[in-house]
């Protein structure tokens, strides 16, 4: 999964740049209608828009009396000084700011907000990773890459070693064919961007809008190609985006690209410190939350509880929530010690719901992470995650993290939703079409296609991915836990997904094809989530949770 959360197509991107700056085409490109700001929190009756009708649960529950509820976000930082994010943010009121000591005694010093396990001394972060396939493949070559049947008793090992190598490969070949079709454009972007720049009189650090472009009433060709190149790509990108924002997320994609092909292997050693592949119980990590690619994560904390009615940025989904940042997820693959000790982390200091944004293709120590999974059920926690962007079948071909646990102990735990990504139009487009789905492994739909968040030291910032769809859904589960605080994760998990009505005979267009296929079998619900219905429903529901 891209971890800046969006579907950065490359042949797409690639070819509206370089026909527009070659100047084999000028013709104006063809684009869909954007969708109206949070068009997510929208009402499909009564606007138009399939959200998750935020106006009508708000309503519902007028008058009635929340109870503060902690959601943690495993993700890639936070920008704490965020205008919509700073006043819900988590804070840990039994460490003394600064002091350099662990006060709680919880193995964490100074985790005021959060923590970030990533981190490493003197303020720096391993926030550019390799993908798990390239790490696994280097770490077993030197034992298997020249033989053709397994050693004596190393039968599984070297059956793991082949599905390594053969996603390695299908990895590498596919980012060396990105970084060729994606660094001409960056180039062209970098370039264009220049004149554009020139043209609106702007200084060499200033960015601009696609509104700026109107503006420029184009002296020459060059100048003209190079204003038709960014009105493509900002018609790719949607509302709100910027020049500088967009070369940003296309350099980090890049660098990760570049980095499955001539991978850094001794960042993790060189920065953190600590072996990813012995779980030892030793303290790692520490108290920094934003780094260069807080970007995802702070987008994704907003989309649950951004401030309400302040004026700046966009609503939240919940309104009486705190945010617990953890950091572990790099430009790259996280590793699978960093989500269990990240899940242990949050569940140990009271999150009551986790947004997971990220997935990978490989899980070297998935009994460490369904160990993490078992323990936040145990502790009544649940757990929501985005399904993933390859528009795959997660029946067929699952990703990880999932609850399709090692050991054989069962699927579908009571406290895991996955999440896939719907669009904002009820028609054939319904279905994202980057998201994955699945009959079985995909539980829900929620809006994950243009949706608009806040961004560090933005208020906007507009982005597809399931990566949005998940924390939207989490905001969904604070809220119903807010009003209705006895309800267990497993009721809550259960109001969730019979809020997602079932869309039978919905023909929208599946996930990376041009082919119709009901919605309904794209997920178990086959339906997508709805707040106002979520809460009607646990209104109905006898609390099983006690203590409260």
């Known amino acids: ?111 005021i907000h959060g923590w970030d396990f990533l981190g490493g001394p003197g303020g720096k972060c391993d926030f550019t990773e390799t993908t798990e396939e390239v790490r696994e493949y280097n770490k077993l070559k030197h034992k298997y890459a020249n033989l053709v049947s397994p050693p004596a008793g190393s039968e599984k090992e070297f059956a793991y070693w082949e599905k390594v190598k053969l996603t390695y490969e299908t990895t590498v070949k596919k980012s060396k064919e990105e970084i060729e079709q994606l660094q001409p454009a960056m180039n062209a972007l970098m370039a264009t961007s220049g004149y554009i720049k020139r043209a609106l009189n702007l200084k060499t650090d200033a960015s601009f809008t696609a509104k700026d472009l109107i503006r420029i009433k184009a002296s020459n060709d060059t100048l003209n190609q190079s204003k038709y190149v960014w009105q493509s790509v900002f018609d790719q990108e949607g509302g709100g985006a910027t020049n500088a924002k967009i070369i940003a997320d296309l350099s980090e994609y890049l660098a990760k690209l570049n980095n499955d092909v001539n991978p850094d292997l001794d960042a993790r050693k060189r920065i953190v410190g600590d072996n990813p592949d012995v779980q030892d119980g030793k303290p790692y990590g520490s108290n920094v939350l934003k780094f260069a690619d807080a970007s995802h994560g702070t987008g994704v904390a907003s989309l649950i509880g951004a401030v309400r009615n302040n004026g700046y940025g966009i609503n939240g989904v919940a309104d009486n929530v705190r945010i617990m940042a953890i950091k572990a997820v790099p430009n790259g693959d996280e590793y699978d010690k960093d989500i269990a000790n990240a899940i242990r982390y949050a569940v140990d200091n009271g999150a009551q719901v986790i947004n997971m944004s990220f997935g990978k293709k490989l899980s070297p120590h998935k009994d460490w992470v369904d160990a993490a999974f078992k323990y936040a059920a145990s502790k009544d926690v649940l757990l929501i995650q985005a399904s993933g962007n390859d528009n795959l079948d997660m029946d067929a071909k699952p990703e990880y993290p999932n609850d399709i646990f090692a050991d054989g102990s069962g699927t579908d735990a009571d406290n895991v939703i996955s999440v896939g990504a719907s669009a904002a139009k009820f028609d054939e487009n319904l279905a994202g079409t980057f998201s994955n789905y ?71 267009l599946k996930p990376g094809e041009k082919v119709k296929v009901d919605f309904t079998s794209l997920s178990k619900t086959g339906g997508v989530v709805n707040a106002y219905k979520a809460l009607v429903i646990a209104s109905k529901l006898k609390g099983e949770r006690g203590g409260i």
């Open 1 to 111: 999964m891209h971890k800046f959360g969006k579907i950065f197509s490359g042949a797409v991107l690639c070819s509206a740049v370089l026909v527009g700056y070659s100047g084999f085409a000028q013709v104006a490109p063809v684009s869909t209608p954007e969708p109206p700001k949070a068009w997510h929190l929208m009402d499909l009756k009564t606007d138009g828009y399939f959200g998750i009708s935020a106006k009508q649960a708000y309503l519902f529950v007028a008058g009635k009396k929340s109870k503060q509820v902690v959601v943690a976000t495993i993700d890639s930082g936070i920008d704490t000084a965020q205008n919509d994010l700073k006043p819900v943010l988590w804070t840990n009121t039994k460490e003394i700011p600064g002091n350099g000591i662990d006060d709680d005694k919880n193995g964490y010093v100074d985790d």
């Open 438 to 508: 699945g009959k079985k492994n995909v539980d829900v739909f929620a809006p994950g296609v243009k949706v608009t968040m806040v961004d560090t030291d933005a208020e906007f910032n507009t982005a597809d991915g399931t990566s949005f769809a998940s924390p939207i859904t989490a905001g969904i589960a604070a809220l119903v836990l807010e009003y209705y605080p006895t309800l267990s994760a497993k009721q809550v998990k259960q109001v969730i997904l019979e809020s997602a009505t079932p869309l039978p005979g919905t023909m929208v």
